[in-house]
């Protein structure tokens, strides 16, 4: 059973940066995508952003280009979301997400195993 650890989520100001981690300590992350999403109070799960199993393929929601870089590095079985310029509709919970597929999809149905959730909030 694959579990994920997200870890980064803090209060921040607008327009400053974050960066989200998420590991898996028994098994290697390198044959999984990996996606990041995010649930804020009253809304459905959205996905933001997921990465192919090698980093090659790469996919954003429009409201977040150019602001948020999804990365991973599969020596250290971990994926990263550097969140910039952050807006104050940023704030949610989120998490992030594995599926055993080599390339990555924005359907959170897809996804096998979750992580327990990191806390953002950007308010001033």
């Known amino acids: 059973q694959l579990q994920l650890v997200e870890s980064g989520g803090t209060l921040v100001q607008p327009g400053e940066s974050l960066r989200l981690s998420c590991k898996t300590s028994?098994?290697?992350?390198?044959?999984?995508?990996v996606g990041w999403f995010r649930q804020s109070p009253g809304r459905e799960r959205e996905e933001i952003s997921c990465?192919?199993?090698?980093?090659?393929?790469?996919h954003y929601i429009d409201s977040v280009k150019g602001r948020f870089t999804i990365s991973r590095d599969n020596a250290q079985n971990s994926a990263y979301l550097q969140m910039d310029g952050l807006k104050p509709e940023d704030t949610a919970v989120y998490y992030c997400?594995?599926?055993?597929?080599?390339?990555?999809?924005?359907?959170?149905?897809?996804?096998?195993?979750w992580g327990q959730g990191t806390q953002v909030t950007v308010s001033s």
């Open positions: 997400a594995a599926v055993n597929w080599l390339v990555c999809t924005p359907v959170p149905g897809v996804y096998n195993y």
């Open positions: 028994q098994y290697t992350l390198e044959y999984y995508a």
């Open positions: 990465i192919s199993h090698d980093g090659e393929q790469r």
